[in-house]
């Protein structure tokens, strides 16, 4: 955590899912739920934990939404008609 007193914080990073493994869990998450089509998604803005959605900037300096994507592309084709 960066507000830690860590002296290697630099060199210390959270992997992030592939889409394809966030596709994944997502699709557990459904097939886990219950009645109440509930599924919680931690956090937005956790980006210290590595728990972040929220759009970032690429090397390149592009706007990545890659996981929101994803996450609707699961939310989509979950939907109940």
Same mark, same amino acid.
């Given at each position: 955590?960066?507000w830690?007193?860590?002296?290697? !914080?630099?060199?210390?990073?959270?992997?992030? @899912? &592939?889409?394809?493994?966030?596709?994944?869990?997502?699709? $557990?998450?459904?097939?886990?739920?219950?009645?109440?089509?509930?599924?919680?998604?931690?956090?937005?803005?956790? !980006?210290?934990?590595?728990?972040?959605?929220? @759009? &970032?900037?690429?090397k390149?300096?592009?706007?990545?939404? $890659?996981?929101?994507?994803?996450?609707?592309e699961?939310?989509?084709?979950?939907?109940?008609?």
């Amino acid at each position: 955590m960066s507000w830690e007193n860590c002296k290697d !914080f630099n060199v210390q990073f959270i992997q992030q @899912p &592939t889409s394809a493994e966030l596709k994944k869990a997502l699709a $557990n998450a459904y097939r886990f739920q219950n009645k109440d089509d509930l599924i919680l998604l931690y956090a937005w803005n956790e !980006f210290d934990e590595g728990g972040f959605i929220e @759009p &970032t900037l690429t090397k390149d300096g592009l706007i990545n939404i $890659n996981k929101l994507e994803t996450i609707k592309e699961v939310v989509d084709n979950n939907k109940r008609r």
